[in-house]
């Protein structure tokens, strides 16, 4: 049994030229799934039995910033998984602003033709950039999905936690214990995620009939550094409980308490954002607003299969609810 | 001035074909990675202004074990800095059992033709798997380099940190500590980084005239879990210090000594390996044997831009040596 005659006998039979059946057999980027579908359906049927070098219909590109933050990772993995189930192969790609930047990537899984590409906390995430790179990919026939960071108007399929809910929550879980001078350490005010969290944060402070002072929000970066830095303008302003971006973030304010000697939860009581598999191994394990991952993977995933065109696309923000998960860095208000 | 007679002078002038210029321009993959060179430096001396698309020469997969141990992203968030240095598209492949596999990687970037491919902890750290499939990449013109639990008779360029000098530091700094009932918590023994782990610490303990019994070694999963399940041996053989395979085994014994109401380092002091950033922010911060993974990543990034063919490749292991970052999980033996 020589290949050639069968190759042109499966061409003919599924309808498709003979290089596209090629390129399926070589597991070749550029065919659509259903055209691949097709193809792998009629050498079956043919009794094609040379080893088809990958089922996989397509590569999917995860866009995400850097890997450092444990919550890019933990959200990278599980969509991976959600893909496979798919047959989808998928590429992690941290964009940095150091290194290759996410416009790179997203120039590069439009010219591979890619199954499809989800950005993770992307440049939208700044309110000021707007989502034309993403619809341009998407006018190409690729889908995309956003994930985080991403307010309602979103002409893109887009997933998100939804960050002021879960900043209401934690100013609520606060307050049942005593607190009234509730602070916020936030990221950079340009971005989306920022201005939800002070927006729910308000409203609960607002809802409870606290006050809000311009010293009890500390504007400082996403990382252990900006939470260690940031948390000073807080402890001058006698907050005793705060509400913070990001973990690292909550874990660079404990750290910023230490070095005063001040403790946590005594002195200041300290509530993260994610909610990944670290928190609870840290010291002391951390109450965050928790992100449902899994279910927002799940999510990503359905997303960006059933796109079938940019027209029809499912776009606006598919909002999820966070959890609280209490640890041991909140407690009672100092007296 | 239109394109097309551009393209024609600058095939005839670069020595390449029509084809070869096009894939150039639109960064596609195929073309290696002198002769898109040379394109770039030919459409330069010609005066050609149109928008390269990417300035990139190539794409690199890091093939890596599931994310959600953060010695891989942080293994990972390295190379690709270096690599960006040197013009690289990186792309990071979470290669697991349950999802896509390490060699559906290897055959798409075998196919798309990748500049390169970097293994970390790939199915080559069971020792009973072999080099093949890395070595047939090479052959087919695609640099690979293989990252840790190579052992060293490896026909591949590989970087590796030195385990088993690890083992040794963290054996002598338990015995420093008056310990003498030192045990080990090791992943499973087909994997060659358990091997030299066992290496290091018998050869150690040996040196020290210190005896070691079966009942010292514990054989258990490279996770939490696996720690916090594989700890109850080594309390039962009352050992007062254990060095584990992992940090986040080693979170898991800490976990599983306090569910039995025993203190760390009050009651069994505690080595972890890997050493990311995680360490300083548990509880207690881990005293961890420390991969070197800048130096390591540099050298990564070297032997990948070095490797001419097969033939010339530097092959074998290049081994780094280890760090111990002394935490809070080491102290004094109990009385």
Known sequence: MTLRPKLHEVS?????????????????PGVASETRQKVLATLADLGYREPVQSARTGVVAIVTPELDNPIFPALAQTIEARLARYGLLTMVCPATSDTVGEQEYLDHFAET????????????????IGFDSYVQLMRRSIPVVLVNAVAGECPVPAVAVDIASGGEMAVHHLANMGHTRIGVLVGPRRYTSTLQLLEGYETAMAGLGLAVDDDQVSETLFTVEGGRAGVAKLIEAGVTGVICGGDLMALGAIEGLRARRLDTPADMSVVGFDGTDLISHTDPPLTSIRQPV???????????????????????????????VIGRTTGRVPV
Chains 1, 2 share one sequence.
Not at 12 to 28: P, Y
Request: proline share 2%; net charge positive.
């Open 294 to 324: 899994d279910r927002m993977a799940a999510s990503v995933a359905w997303l960006l299969r059933n796109q079938d065109s940019a027209e029809t696309a499912a776009t606006g923000v598919h909002l999820f609810q966070p959890d609280l």
């Open 12 to 28: 003919r039979v599924a309808g498709v030229s003979l290089a596209t059946v090629s390129r399926v057999l070589n597991a070749k």
């Open 113 to 128: 033709r890619a199954a499809g590409v989800v950005v993770v906390n992307g440049r939208y995430a700044a309110f000021d």
